[in-house]
């Protein structure tokens, strides 16, 4: 697919949720992120689990058992 662009052919600005790690906010992570048109938004920290609630209805369950499939078939 291709990205929608603005009436100057340019990208439309993205926006990129990410949690407060401190290797998500490089020097080079954020000028990258500009130069692609791309807005980087921190979490607040310790809300994880309340703003991205797919963690807790999808792919927490998900990974759970997923663990327990690979702790069965060793």
Same mark, same amino acid.
């Given at each position: =697919? @291709?990205?929608? =662009? !603005?009436? !100057? #052919?340019?990208?439309?600005?993205? /926006?990129?949720? %990410? !949690? #407060?790690?401190?290797?998500?906010? =490089?020097?080079? @992570? /954020? ?11 921190? %979490?607040?920290? &310790? =809300?994880? &689990? ?9 792919? #927490? ?5 997923? #663990?327990?499939? %690979? /702790? @069965?078939?060793?």
């Amino acid at each position: =697919t @291709s990205l929608a =662009t !603005d009436p !100057d #052919g340019k990208p439309e600005r993205a /926006v990129l949720l %990410l !949690d #407060g790690h401190a290797t998500h906010f =490089t020097l080079e @992570s /954020v000028q990258l992120a500009e130069e692609n048109n791309i807005t980087l938004i921190k %979490l607040p920290a &310790h =809300t994880s &689990h309340i703003l991205q609630p797919l963690d807790l209805s999808c792919f #927490g369950p998900w990974h759970k058992h997923l #663990g327990k499939a %690979l /702790v @069965s078939y060793q």
